[in-house]
């Protein structure tokens, strides 16, 4: 009796196999790494953890006397003032910039249509960026605090008047500020990426942001201020004391809460409109 | 053709931008080992077709065949055997063209020795360390054609790549596409609205117009249907006078100038008889030729048409 037999498919017919998502994840990261080379996002990050040191260092270089009493340890108020400056205005603004840079490498290289025609998953690209905007907004801040405490010791050689040589500061509470600040700019980022990646105008999201930090500085008052991401910033400066002794409070502040709340939100929608997005 | 037989395969593929809609059934048939030439004027439909391939765009309704599998179920997979190039190459201006392969190439989990192999391909060994934004559209154009090389893929989609290249630039893809195809066993799908392109490379044609498809096949077939319109013109004295003396031969002529008659050509025997009812009648030959549409001709008219496949 003859057996019916089906041919063998072609050589070309065999499925290759897929690259596991943390394989197209690690591949993602390395080529958006490649990417930032010669870019200003870096140069951003350094000078987004620099400047408020710097202004800072003047205005105690040049007005310290001012602004510390004699005899007393001037570290926290100078940790205090420097955290102030920073936190309220210009680490939301530096993020809004930063998202906007990042998104705009993709956009004016027409790169999108050319990403996803390769074998990663939109997922893999999506996480990528958000985890290289992480990882540059947490360098931004840990400079900030690293560069802060240097100009500190440097003020202790250039104005020892000032006792910053004689005083000192706790890294602990420090270190927790900048917990309670890396949490509370969350919201913000997931907010901006998202609309860096939708907007393909560096406008837009620039505007979403200034408008946000704008109205968020304007409405800090207001009693339901923390569920708006973008005072968060400035809301978790309620956790810093410093008068003689530089403390911190270890809770996890409502405006925290509100901004994890958006980041999850943000970067959820996100990538539903990266998924469900048509390609340019 | 049977459908395993075919490397690239779409059925009923339909689109639609809002309510607008764009594709109308396409089904295309890509033979392995092809050129298949992807013809159309330009807004036919051509790039959102190669959209739909990639999986950049979803379709309304329909199905993207590649290598056998569904696209829509396998994409990652499938893309990393396909390499492309649509319309205008994503270029990272900042990045010079070595580290724009290279942001690919680590994309793509490709070993390192391959982004100096396609930067070789395509000429551009010695400008690897220029900004892309000091590129010219040509060396831009190339550059595409390097990262759409970089993983040696078993596909290879184009569009319109010769956009911006010089004649030289033209003839040397040329050249590539078909060692591609004759050494390498590539099977290319290739776009481009100009006909004189295609039909120097192409093994297989497809002509889409107003998002339909309206002639598909090979080559040959695309030439077979050429010889179907063939014309047989008489250049005379007088057409008049040539018509009047024999009318039974020269019924269906045309009259395309005083001395000019163009008539349906059938076979070769119609010429002989035509030509000794002339001299027996004693009217002049100046000229007794076939005339075929040209490829572009025919191209046109498969275009200025609307009858879908």
Redesign the interface.
Known sequence: MKTLTT?P??H????????GAL??LR??L??DY??L???PALWLALAGGALPVLLNFCIFYFKGEYLVKPGQNPWPHYVTMSWQTASAFLLPLFVVLLTGLLAA?EH??????????????RGAVYVSKLLILLQLTLLAQMLYAGLLLAAGGVLGWLRPELGFRAGSIALGPVGLMLGHTFLATLGLLGIQYVAALWWRSFVVPLALGIGGIVTGLTLLRWEHVDVIPYAAPARVLHALSGKAVLTVDPAVSLAEWYSLAWFGGAVLLGYALLRFR??E | MAVSDLLLETQGLHFCFGKRPILHDIGLQVPPGSIYGFLGPNGAGKSTTMRLLLGLLRPAAGTVQLFGHDLARHQVALLSRVGALIENPSLYGHLTGRENVEATRRLRGLPAHRTTEVLALVGLSNSGGRLVKEYSLGMRQRLGLALALLPDPDLLLLDEPTNGLDPNGIMEMRGLLLRLRQEHGKTILLSSHLISEIEKVATHVGVIQQGRLVFQGSLAALQHRQADQTWLVLDTASADTCRNLLPQLLSGALLTGPGTLRLPFSTPDQVATLAQALVAAGQPIYGLRQEQPSLEDTFLQLTETSTAL
């Not at chain 1, 004016?108 to 998953?121: F, I, N, S, T």
């Open positions: 041919p498919p072609p070309w017919a065999t499925l290759p196999a897929a690259p394989t197209q591949r993602c390395a080529a490649g990417k080379y010669r870019t490498i004016q290289a027409v790169g999108w249509k050319h990403v996803h025609a390769l074998p990663v998953g048509q390609s």
